[in-house]
């Protein structure tokens, strides 16, 4: 076993890596939802491992800390395993929804009497790309049990119709601004 080099060792390492160090960042999450061992047989040690890491934040800095920190993790594993790493980083900057827009689709909300919810968004959505030309919030409705992006998500059309009557409200209410 000492005569090995598993690329696989220091990959699970980083995995755990990701998810001890969001949690020492306040309103961050991190998630390792792609993982390709090669060549995936039960009896043969890998010879190659990617895996994907997803850091999201509300704070830059923060999500750059993060990042070092892991990567300075992933480093020392994979020399300790005696394998070679590579990375490729793409990162994506957080952007704050509009306090305006968030007013308006709270009064909406309010003045149709729905409950709501105010809470941030760390996903990656057209909105980082429309808030370079406009302000931007968002509007969520509830999926069953909170299950989203994947193939058990539900959302009730009855839901799916107080997001649209909050949105139209919303944006009826701008208009009428101008």
Partial sequence: MNMRADPLIPA?????KVRQTVGEFN???GTVGFLEVSPNVVNVISGKVRLGIDIRSLSEKDMEDATTKIMKGAE???LMEGVRMETERLVEKPVPCS????GEI???AEELGYSY???PSRAIHDTQVM???TDVGMIFVPSKDGISHAPQEWTDWEDCDRGQRVLKLALLKELQNK
């Avoid at 699970?12 to 755990?16: D, N, P, R, Y």
């Avoid at 306090?99 to 968030?102: A, C, L």
């Fill in 106 to 108: 709270k009064s909406s």
């Fill in 99 to 102: 306090p305006k827009v968030i």
């Fill in 27 to 29: 309103e961050m999450v």
């Fill in 76 to 78: 020392n594993s994979s």
């Fill in 117 to 119: 919810l105010i809470m």
């Fill in 131 to 133: 808030a370079s030309i």
């Fill in 12 to 16: 699970s390492e980083t995995v755990l």
